[in-house]
């Protein structure tokens, strides 16, 4: 690769670039700081992935740009994908300096691992190779592991720690086992080009769809659509909120946004052998997912299943095969994040004699002391129910429309029956904070908390209502010319 | 004054009054009864304003033109428009609904409890409510008709009676399942039609073979809505658990979302499955009319067997509308009209001794002639309007139903007027044993009669009740035009004369 060509690659890769550097100087300055400047720390950090953000969204090619000898991929889906995950990833930041500062376990390696988490997810949704797109799964992966063992001195969180290590590798395997098959069936192509080129000339046969179902497996565990999922809610409920927080927002959507790239680039003309699988996932995960959750008590396994459904319904559009079904999984997820984030606010503004409270009994009672706290619990659990006129209801708007498109009448329906279970448990909630007399008094959450949920709440409900021909217009932009 | 956008403003006008009193609740933190009672005041208001202002809408209204009137276009997002307009069959529900929110302001008197949170809860649901009669949007339409669901969750679950939390999930649940499959099927007639806008549904002509499923989703929402036997189960419990506000706005407002929707979608955009499913149709009115009947009339509640009453009464504006014929389309009309005045007084009239003795209980009554003798004669008229006596609203709408089934089916028309013998069987044995005999419980000795509040809440209603039962052809007029098209254009689609 010469000199402009790499110049040419580092220009377009500018977000990329500012991650990679805040983690670099990061631990450089951290040494120097140490701990006690985990907060200003963080603070830049959320900072920079602003500023990562907006640069994918603004800077946009028109056309797909190869950049570094084709290994990755610059266009407008990627461009819109990371700033999503770039937004996530900072409110979920700024949650967690909050968090740990109240608690004074506050560590500066916090923002740097979070940073090189984002910095593996860019890489994976511009993937545009194999090797990419595995080195950015690992490198997210890897730091996601640490992430989750973050509270060391606490069983549960090494418990989740191990545990997301030990079945993420599995996952990892599968996909790199995969990458072998694709890799070997088609006579050695690496870059997504050129396996589409044998996908479109037939070649390959079933090596290559064992390859890519392999493959696929490995990224439904990432998504954690069951019956892939069976880590999500161990990891949940043990990972200190703020880290599930970004577990649950910032990595389905990378995730999400690989399997779109893979399916519709190099293996669209396989569709209609991997919109069968895809099906079967959507309609597992969203069918399992309202099923599992009816039972939990803690909120974060709620959530963990609650996003197993979710992913179940952003998976369903892309099933159709249609390029209108990947509009639609990008504005599903884009009402999906803020919400999510906004549920995971609250659920750290949920403090009892100095502890925080992850138990939905002691939400009891809360629209009597915390109006305010129970009309977002409201208004953030009936939007992720889907029950309009919350923007979640737009999200399965969107995610029907493009399966019934796709002429999936069946999953459609799976997907309504799941909703009105999955609607159960959200009304259990939203019942328990409004129906329950109050007992135990939670205490006053903190600032940063409110204000975040605030936020997260205010996305549903008013701004995405109002700004949805927005969401459509650049949803639509994005895709169509990247696709 | 003529390029108001009218149909929006009194939509969302008491959504602005919620956000009002969420303002003050803001700057005024704490509750006192002060502050709770002037919550009620701006309540009170802002309904009387949106009721004031549907009047000023009426006199732009032509009841004789059947196009859809005060027509609003906006486009908003994914093809969807913001499209509002009425015919003057979403302008009589729109009519009933802002009629009644105010008379149901003042009958929550007795709650004392996060006033302002049901203040707020109550005009949210308002705002809905209206936008479900003037939404042409199939879109737009599903938004307001669901989302309904989320103020009256918490009101039953948060103000009701001893089983609220039960009742409110199941009045919660039975109806998203209902709904969310026709939203699956409004997203499948998208798709096929590539419109949203109700108008141009209408004119769209579906495949025959997708009519029937389509038809069978919608049936799946507006039966649980409407309610009709046997998906009707969650009505006892929702009506019997909610504050009595709550209970009159679920019979007189929310129901009639059921028979509008069949009015609007079903016979017009899928006339061939109605047709086919016609015998169907008359099949569960007349099980409901009769069946419903009997169980009201082996109550022990008070507010069950109105609420089975009501259930019953809906048979008959199913059958009117699967008779396509305009009587029986026009008899259902009324019948929905009227049952919104009766039944929401009838649960008034329940909510006032339950308001003094904190029971439903028939056998805890008797007697009550002696002691509050125009209460036994609000509750009497109200009682007789309910069994369909004619001079009162009840019997015209019964009655053209009936004539309308008639002409499509004899047998199941007679079988259709046994339930209207079996009406005064339970509603004067109700009468009978609460307010005649003597009055032998002790408890009952110092029951008060009507107050001033309740005297202003059921004059209108007395006064509704009396003018559409002596003089029908006031609102029979009024819809006349609409109903006529409605008929019409399912008899072109069937080929029928």
Known sequence: MSVTDLIYSLSWSQPELWVAAFALAGVVIGVYVKDAGAGLLSLAGAAVFVVAGALAFLFQPSEPQAVFGGAMVVDGFAGVAKAMIAFAAAATLLLGADFFGKRREQRFEFPLMTALAVLGMFVMVSASDLITLYVGLELQSLAAYVLAAWRRDEARSSEAGLKYFVLGAIASGLVLFGCSYIYGFTGGAIAFADIAAHVEAGAGGVGLLFGLVLLLCGLAFKVSAAPFHMWTPDVYEGAPTPVTALFAAAPKLAALALIARLLYGPFAGMADQWGQVVAALSAISMAWGAIAALLQTNIKRLMAYSSVANMGFALMPLASGTVAGVEAALVYMAIYLPTTIGVFALILAMRKDGEATESIEDLAGLAQRRTLMAALFTVLFFSLGGIPPLAGFWGKWVVFLAALEGGLVWLAVVGAVAAVVAAAYYLRIIATVWFKPPEAALQTPTAVALTTALVGAAMPFPILVLGLGWLERWAQAAVIASF | MEGLPWLSIITFLPAAGALLILATRAALPGANPGYDNGVRVIALVVTLATFALNLVALTHFDPTNPDFQLVERVPWALGVEYHMGVDSLGMVLMLLTTFLMPICILASKSIEKQVASYMTLFLILETLMLGVFCALDIAVFYIFFEGGLIPMFILIG????????????????????????MLVAIIFMTTTAGTTSIPALMEHSFAKEAQTWLWLAFFASFAVKLPMWPVHTWLPDAHVEAPTAGSVVLAAILLKMGGYGFLRFSLPMFPDASALFTPFMFSLSVVAIIYTSLVAWRQTDIKKLIAYSSVAHMGFVTLGI??????????????????????????????????????????????????????????????LANVG??????????????YGAFQASAWFAVAATIGVILAPVYGLSLYRRVAFGTLDNPKLADIADLNAREWIIFVPLALATLILGLSPMLALDFTQATAETIVSAYRAALGAP
């Open chain 2, 322 to 383: 699967f008779s396509g014929t305009e009587q029986g389309v026009q008899g259902a009309i009324f019948q929905m009209l009227s049952h919104g005045f009766i039944s929401g007084a009838l649960f008034l009239c329940v909510g006032v001794v339950y308001d003094r003795m904190h029971t439903r209980e028939i056998s805890f009554y008797g007697g009550l002639v002696h002691r509050m003798p125009v209460y036994a004669a609000v509750f009497m008229l109200f009682t």
């Open chain 2, 158 to 181: 948060v103000w009701g009676g001893a089983r609220r939390v039960y009742a409110a999930f199941k009045f919660f649940l039975y109806t998203l399942l209902g709904s969310i499959l």
């Open chain 2, 389 to 402: 006596l004619p001079g009162l609203s009840g019997f015209p709408g019964e009655i053209l139903s009936l």
